[in-house]
């Protein structure tokens, strides 16, 4: 069955950090591209970052960059968002999902989503 399953959300207070987890079940994480997106409440899904093993490539949003850090462990099949500096407007459920090489705008499989709340 294939699955990506995200974790590592929770509460963390202005300027913490927090790293989610992006696992893979039933097919192998390193013959696609792999994005973050979130989605705050009342407001559009948006792309957060991407890594593609093809080329090595990786791209942030200009609101994540300098503070987030994407990266795969493939023995372990997973992909990482580091996030440090966290700031309120970060507040969202954040997604993994997995697509064709290089990243793009098509995404064949998606996670459930892990909250990620930035409050003191």
């Known amino acids: 069955q294939v699955q990506l399953v995200e974790s590592g959300g929770g509460l963390v207070q202005p300027g913490g950090s927090l790293r989610l987890s992006c696992a893979a079940s039933?097919?192998?994480?390193?013959?696609?591209?792999i994005g973050w997106f979130r989605q705050a409440p009342g407001k559009e899904r948006e792309g957060v970052s991407c890594t593609s093993s093809s080329d090595g490539s990786t791209s942030y949003a200009d609101s994540v960059k300098g503070r987030f850090t994407i990266s795969r462990d493939s023995n372990k099949n997973t992909v990482y968002l580091e996030m440090n500096s966290l700031k309120p407007e970060d507040t969202a459920v954040y997604y993994c999902?997995?697509?064709?090489?290089?990243?793009?705008?098509?995404?064949?499989?998606w996670g459930q989503g892990t909250q990620v709340t930035v409050s003191s």
């Open positions: 999902a997995a697509g064709p090489h290089p990243c793009g705008s098509r995404w064949y499989h």
């Open positions: 039933g097919f192998t994480l390193d013959y696609y591209a």
